[in-house]
């Protein structure tokens, strides 16, 4: 880890800082994790090794709670399963998602000592739990998680204190990091990566991370000197200063001082008023228009839920009609209301009005977000991909171009997502030629391709808390 040095960092206790100068997209480190579990509400969908998302899984004969892809597979993950197989069968029935990653961190810790990598810089005794942070509630919960471990964990394996278990369910309650699938999309399980719980948050941070094939990794948004501390983000920036001081107050048990929190940065914007020729409307006409927003945005989340697209549209439509003459288009609630109509007008194939809603949605996303922030790079991919989807090549193509140049960053060029964007790219780059060339024979070309394979739409994950804008696992 020749990249990185451990320090103090005021205000904060331990972090990493930069040993060396690094420019935008750089990786400044990657990392295994210690162990990683899918989620309980995945685990008959998503292989137990490689975390592929696939629709024919094979299921471990024994246990028969973990599933694989394939033979290859199983074997790769017979190291981690062979102790949980017999503890699964044993037990009568797997656990929770928790307790599974604590045993499993656990069996490896046993075997491979507190050190298991030679680019390790904090065993886990180390890294904090904060258990005395916890809310009564979320106690009761936790010794309840405890109390269930003591029962799964085999009489035949080493046995440890209540105070080591108990330290080890703090340290992925507050620091597990969420694993996605094969493309990235989605997050499907949550695993233990020691160097990363060294970095701190902050609002506008220096650094991202993204998992690839595998391993995470730490990518540069910018410059960084030499010496600069190293930074990511907890939570999502669209929220307001207020609202991420309160999430990472209670899910991360600190109080938030970066210059954004302090200064409220952008906040004015999130929930400001639409000018016009110089003219604002009031602060009362602000007020009532963002209150109406968000009770639309509710009723559109239940209708949501219920699998009404229609119903949502309706809902959605209603807001912005009342809402979109006063409020500001970096306006929070308002870029939920176009995010979602865009989404779902697309997947009802009303492809124009979806194209223009997800213009608005990137053009709002790039008043607030960092010019590389990778939730920005997505929803222009979902612009592209729609604009296209409208046959609006031109428009379609400089999307895709411009959320390839922030996942060159933010992802890197071997990951999924990217080489999926650069085949767009390469697809729309030769169609604007086209189009350039001859309108109509480049619109009876497309018309005659898309009945043979239509682009497939690439999603953004379906909520706005989930996938790209929260990679920290945190059980609520």
Known sequence: MENVAVFDSPGKGRGLKATKEFWAGDVIFAEASISAVVFDSLAERICHSCFRRQDKLQRCGQCKFAHYCDRTC????????????????????????????????????????????????????????????????????????????????????????????????????????????????????????PNLCLVNHDCWPNCTVILNHGKIELRSLGKIAEGEELTVAYVDYMNLSEERRRLLKTQYFFDCTCEHCKDRIKDDIKLGGREVDGVKPSEEQVKEATDFCFQMLEKMDQARLKGDYHDVVKICREAIEKTEPILADSHIYLLRMWSTMSEVQSYLQYFDEAADFARKMVEGYMKLYHSNNAALGMAAMRAGVTHWQAGQIEVGHGMVCKAYAILMITHGPTHPITKDLEAMRMQTEMELRMFKQNEYVYHSMREAALKNKPMAMMHEPKSVEEGIKNLFHRKK
């Open 74 to 193: 199983q074997r790769a993950g017979w190291a981690e399963h062979k102790q949980e197989c017999g503890a699964i069968k044993a037990f009568g029935k797997a656990p929770n998602e928790n307790i599974r990653l604590v045993a499993r961190i656990m069996w490896r810790l046993d075997k491979d000592g507190p050190v298991v990598s030679d680019m390790q810089l904090a065993t886990l005794e180390e890294l904090e739990d904060h258990i005395t942070d916890m809310q009564e509630d979320e106690l009761k919960e936790f010794k309840v998680d405890i109390h269930n471990f003591l029962d799964y964990w085999p009489r035949t394996s080493k046995q440890h204190t209540i105070d080591v278990i108990s330290h080890v369910f703090g340290v992925i309650n507050c620091n597990g990091f969420t694993v996605s699938d094969q493309r990235g999309l989605q997050a499907v399980g949550v695993g233990l990566f």
